[in-house]
């Protein structure tokens, strides 16, 4: 992927560079991702100095940012444009978001992947879910190769380690504890688990030297991971069938919840700091209210 030529917004320019050649680099998202400058606003808001950031760009969030006129950058995790668009007409949903941004003069940036993948990216605060445990060594799932490895570490990207992650814990670990340990991170009341049928019984006693992550759904990500625990957002139900047969247990915690707290916490301090440390006019970021999994327990 090429990085975007921009002239239109000096607040673009800035989050651009900012985002994609300082903290999650552009050649690191999947090839199959939509990621980048999605939509270049032709006439930027006049004085906006504000970047809203957002999980997800729904009619909801898209209004919260709207509605505030210093903002004149969306940075939405997950691209509100993905596949082929033939027309962009007001009667369909993502076609009128990027309409609506057009007209107000606000662009769309989305990291996605590559802020999966990034050192100190999602899937890296996920870890952090189990790390009062000790752990003492972490991996890529899916290492980069070496000559995209070289590359980033070339550019000052030390510590990307690939596609997922995998922590292996100084000592074993109790399935029941780190599950409680995961809804604290989370601030989740509930999650999903499952485990081989021969712990059906007793599934707090499921003993975990290491855990795989990975940001949203995980399936085929994880399916290549040698870990007892693969802790991810969501897995088709055949997945995760496969993954209790070869002895690993699964923990669920719904798409959006294994990204939103990385998004509106240490990801929002960092984006901050980065852009207003060239020194020109300050700009302040913000994380959308709206936003939440559309998805609950009753």
């Known amino acids: ?15 651009y560079d900012a985002l994609f050649k300082q903290i999650a680099p552009i050649e690191i998202a999947e090839a199959w991702d939509n990621v980048g400058l999605l939509v270049e606003a032709p006439t930027p808001r006049p004085n906006a100095n504000r970047v809203f950031v957002t999980n997800d760009l729904t009619v909801e969030s898209l209004d919260e940012a709207l509605a505030d006129p210093l903002v004149g950058v969306i940075v939405a995790y997950h691209p509100p444009l993905f596949s082929a668009t033939k027309r962009l007409v007001m009667s369909n949903v993502k076609s009128a978001i990027v309409l609506r941004c057009a007209a107000a003069g606000v662009s769309i940036l989305s990291p996605h992947t590559a802020l999966d993948n990034c050192s100190d990216g999602i899937n890296d605060w996920l870890i952090g879910a189990v790390r009062m445990h000790g752990v ?40 029941g504890t780190i599950v409680q340990n ?55 139900h055949h997945d995760v069938l496969a993954a209790n047969a070869r002895g ?15 998004l509106a916490g240490a990801f929002l301090e960092k984006l901050k700091s980065v852009i207003n440390a060239d020194g020109e006019i300050a700009v302040s970021v913000i994380s959308s ?5 559309p998805l609950f327990i009753v």
Not at 209 to 233: R, W
Not at 289 to 293: E, F, G, I, L, R
């Open 289 to 293: 209210v709206a936003d939440k999994d």
């Open 1 to 15: 992927m090429k990085h975007a030529a921009i002239t239109s917004s000096r607040l673009l320019a800035r989050t």
């Open 248 to 262: 690993c247990a699964v923990v669920l915690c719904e798409h959006s919840n294994t990204e939103r707290g990385f």
């Open 136 to 175: 003492k060594e972490v991996t890529g799932v899916s290492p980069f190769n070496d000559g995209l490895a070289q590359m980033l570490e070339k550019q000052g990207h030390k510590g990307a380690l690939g596609v997922g992650r995998i922590a292996r814990l100084a000592q074993p670990q109790q399935l």
């Open 182 to 236: 995961i809804k604290d991170f989370s601030r989740l009341a509930n999650v999903r688990v499952a485990v081989p049928s021969a712990y059906h019984s007793d599934w707090k006693s499921f003993s975990v030297t290491s855990v795989a992550v990975c940001a949203g759904s995980g399936s085929s990500v994880l399916e290549a991971a040698n870990a007892d625990l693969l802790f991810t957002g969501e897995m088709s």
